[in-house]
């Protein structure tokens, strides 16, 4: 079974940068697309970015020219930069992997943004 712990979460003011990390168990994490989504209390999970096993990104448009989204398949780890925050990203921040028919989910870690 594949296991995903994120961090680097916690509170930080309008306009800073707080930064994620994700570490996988999953020996074949190089191989995975592996993303990012956020939910807040009562909304749809919402895509954030994903960078595929070939090292192609994609964002959703909310967050685009803001956050950056990275990979070091030599740890197992994906990483989310996130940059000029705003109390709308304010949110619970999952990382996600798919390989083929294998998904997994981590447990989500609590981003929010306040003055």
């Known amino acids: 079974q594949v296991e995903l712990v994120e961090s680097g979460g916690g509170l930080v003011r309008p306009g800073g940068s707080l930064a994620l990390s994700c570490v996988s168990s999953?020996?074949?994490?190089?191989?995975?697309?592996v993303a990012w989504y956020r939910q807040v209390p009562g909304n749809q999970r919402e895509f954030v970015a994903e960078?595929?096993?070939?090292?192609?990104?994609t964002y959703g448009d909310p967050v685009k020219g803001r956050f950056t989204i990275s990979r070091d398949n030599r740890v197992n780890t994906m990483y989310l930069q996130m940059d000029s925050l705003r109390p709308e990203d304010t949110a619970l921040y999952y990382c996600?992997?798919?390989?083929?028919?294998?998904?997994?989910w981590g447990q989500g870690i609590q981003v929010t943004v306040s003055s």
């Open positions: 996600y992997t798919q390989y083929l028919t294998q998904n997994a």
């Open positions: 999953w020996d074949a994490f190089n191989k995975a697309a």
């Open positions: 960078i595929t096993s070939g090292f192609i990104t």
